[in-house]
């Protein structure tokens, strides 16, 4: 089963990372409050990218190398950079 990294754009320009099996299903947990703390009080929020991945454990290796990149990074891999790793 295939998941999924992305990241979201806050209402406060922030971006948030997370992994999915289903990232629109997970995006409406977290526009209703049901998502992460972090974006709780902080609509609108939108996908900026997305990236498959073959299995769960491979994607949170992923969200963690995409977490420990600055903002500029994540803007340059959102925005078609190069693949940070």
Same mark, same amino acid.
């Given at each position: 089963?295939?998941?999924?990294?992305?990241?979201?754009?806050?209402?406060?320009?922030?971006?948030?990372? *997370?992994?999915?099996?289903?990232?629109?299903?997970?995006?409406?947990?977290?526009?209703?409050?049901?998502?992460?703390?972090?974006?709780?009080?902080?609509?609108?929020?939108?996908?900026?990218?997305?990236?498959?991945?073959?299995?769960?454990?491979?994607?949170?290796?992923?969200?963690?190398?995409?977490?420990?990149?600055?903002?500029?990074?994540?803007?340059?891999?959102?925005?078609? *950079?190069?693949?940070?790793?």
């Amino acid at each position: 089963m295939s998941y999924w990294l992305y990241i979201l754009r806050c209402g406060d320009n922030t971006l948030y990372t *997370g992994i999915a099996a289903d990232v629109d299903k997970r995006l409406e947990l977290h526009r209703s409050g049901k998502g992460a703390k972090y974006t709780r009080g902080r609509s609108p929020l939108t996908v900026v990218y997305r990236e498959e991945l073959p299995d769960k454990s491979a994607a949170l290796r992923r969200e963690l190398a995409v977490k420990k990149l600055t903002r500029e990074e994540k803007l340059a891999l959102i925005h078609g *950079g190069s693949q940070f790793t």
